[in-house]
């Protein structure tokens, strides 16, 4: 059964800094790897999709890694703002639907 | 990117009473919607896959009698949570692919439906 973990829990930083969430699952056997942003009290924002066959993606200050054999993805954020406050979640998909980590809850401190 | 649409974003209903939210994708046909419920705090959770024309898969502890599952049409899939308990109190939200765009594509996500029964 596929598990995903998302560490740290929550991250606290002050604006301008990079930072890095990470991501692992159980099996490598996955279609893809989806980082996604949620705001309180709202749905799901697909932020970055990466195939099993990609290393990485990127969309403007966002970095998404994956390392599939190792069952790892990170997600670089450059220079922090306020607004990127919020909790992002990653998911896999594999034979399942989509698996999701418990997430990790961003505040950025201006 | 495509849009999957849901309805309501809040309600509130009292215990003992149905309440139906719906799922649907605006610019594509969605033959497969997938519903999720999210306690505070913790990961979403599957519940069902819905399949337009024939009946919704149900994962495991999940009662289907109790949430009812619809895909009527390709757009549209709803979800009936019936005599509804303060313990259904959560955050429902629905997702779907485009199958044009192949089966390893991104999801889309509805956005999201909170419950609250009193």
């Known amino acids: 059964k596929q598990e995903v973990t998302q560490i740290p829990a929550a991250l606290s930083v002050p604006e301008g800094e990079n930072l890095v969430l990470n991501c692992s699952f159980t099996d490598s056997a996955i279609y893809n790897l989806q980082w996604f942003r949620q705001d309180p009290g709202k749905g799901l924002t697909s932020l970055l999709l990466?195939?099993?066959?990609?290393r990485e993606q990127t969309s403007g200050r966002l970095n998404a890694s994956l390392d599939k054999s190792s069952g790892r993805s990170t997600l670089y954020i450059a220079a922090s703002q306020p607004g990127d406050s919020a909790t992002y979640l990653c998911?896999?998909?594999?034979?399942?639907?989509?698996?999701f980590g418990k997430g990790t809850r961003l505040s950025v401190i201006a | 990117g495509a849009v999957v649409s849901q309805h309501p974003s809040r309600v509130i209903c009292k215990s003992g009473t149905s309440v139906k939210i719906e799922c649907r994708s605006l610019?594509?046909?969605?033959?497969?919607m997938f519903w999720y419920r999210q306690f505070p705090k913790k990961s979403l959770m599957l519940m069902a896959t819905?399949?337009?024309?024939?009946?919704?898969?149900?994962e495991q502890g999940v009662e289907k009698d109790k949430f009812l599952i619809n895909h009527a049409s390709l757009t549209l899939s709803t979800l009936t949570v019936t005599s509804a308990h303060p313990e259904d109190s959560s955050f429902y939200i629905c997702s779907a692919r485009d199958p044009s765009r192949g089966f390893d594509t991104e999801a889309f996500f509805g956005q999201g439906t909170r419950l609250t029964v009193v």
């Open positions: 610019d594509f046909q969605a033959t497969t």
């Open positions: 998911a896999v998909s594999g034979n399942t639907p989509l698996v």
């Open positions: 990466i195939q099993s066959s990609q």
């Open positions: 819905s399949n337009e024309g024939s009946k919704a898969t149900y």
